[in-house]
């Protein structure tokens, strides 16, 4: 990724669409209490539209983490056509020792090629370098494409915060999800 590249990450459809989502079952109380997490479908499918706003303060963050030099960031060019079709965004947080991924992210066109996997790949080989000892990253409940893309990248569910957007974060179905592919034993 180059400067440049940042105005235009907006040129990238990230939307999805899930006929399904991840339905959290919270049981006990006080501090024995219990989470599990259950596929259900949906009478309406969830459209996430046009998909991500790389508004001007999101701009200013990717922008920090490029001058970073424990960061990797990437972007995948068609070269047909010269447009931005993905990007990959990941810094080191070396207070724990982990690669931290903020985005990742593919054209609604260039999907199901493996461009996602290799994108994965690259980050894990580049955390392995740094002797990292896990890949983390943050997805929502109702984005069950990309859960989907995350167990088939080897990558473990390790816990969910369900007041990380809302208080109410249940009555919006949208929980936080939190992955980790581990590097060391
Ligand atoms: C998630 C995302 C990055 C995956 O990228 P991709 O290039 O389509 O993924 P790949 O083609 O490399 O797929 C890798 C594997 O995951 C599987 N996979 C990918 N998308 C899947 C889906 N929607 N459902 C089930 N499996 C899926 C593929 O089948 C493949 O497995 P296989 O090689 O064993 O067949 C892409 O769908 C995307 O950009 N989504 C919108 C943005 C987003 O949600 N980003 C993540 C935010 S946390």
């Given at each position: 990724m180059r400067e440049a590249d940042i105005a235009r990450?907006?040129?990238?459809?990230a939307g999805f669409t899930s006929q399904t989502r991840l339905k959290v079952e919270k049981s006990g109380s006080g501090y024995e209490v219990g989470w599990r997490l259950v596929e259900v479908p949906l009478e309406t499918p969830y459209d996430k539209g046009e998909g991500y706003d790389f508004d001007d303060e999101e701009r200013r963050l990717v922008m920090q983490r490029l001058a970073r030099a424990d960061s990797l960031e990437e972007v995948v060019i068609?070269?047909?056509?010269?447009?931005?079709?993905g990007m990959l965004d990941v810094t080191e947080e070396s207070w724990n020792e982990v690669a931290w991924v903020w985005n990742i992210m593919m054209d609604v066109s260039v999907r199901q090629q493996g461009l996602g996997r290799e994108l994965t790949q690259r980050t894990i080989a580049w955390a392995r370098q740094r002797n990292l000892r896990a890949v983390m990253l943050e997805t929502q409940s109702n984005n069950v494409p990309a859960c989907k893309f995350y167990v088939r990248m080897g990558f473990q569910l390790v816990g969910i915060n369900?007041?990380?957007?809302?208080?109410?974060d249940y009555q919006r179905d949208e929980i936080g999800l939190f992955w980790s592919y581990p590097l060391k034993p």
């Open positions: 990450l907006i040129e990238i459809r068609e070269q047909a056509t010269d447009r931005l079709v369900e007041a990380l957007y809302t208080n109410h």
